[in-house]
């Protein structure tokens, strides 16, 4: 072990836990790409990378997300953007169960 492997705030840094796509995300993933892509390509690709760059940090910390309105499920907030993304951690992963726009109508379950 070298310097500093013990301290508990070392050991955490850097370490994710798997994230798992919901076929309803990623539907929803592609489909929010293809609208956008419509009028500007670029603008498209940069939205899908902010979405999945802001589940990436979340899955270094994964109860880092608000509770979510639907009971068992987080949600964070895609800075920058109207999109909103719900999961639910489950053991050492985080499971991705929908990407929605903040004017949408939230759904009852997942």
Known sequence: MGAGQGNGAEQGKGKSVKVRWTMPAANQLRSIFDFITENNPPAAERM????RDAIHRTSR?????????????????VAGT??????????????????????QEWPESF
């Open 82 to 103: 109207p999109y909103l993304v719900a999961y639910r951690v489950v053991e050492d992963s985080i499971h991705v169960l929908a990407i929605l726009h903040g004017a």
């Open 48 to 51: 899908v990378r902010r979405i």
């Open 61 to 77: 910390m994964p109860h880092a997300g608000r509770i979510g309105r639907v009971a068992g499920t987080r949600e964070i907030v």
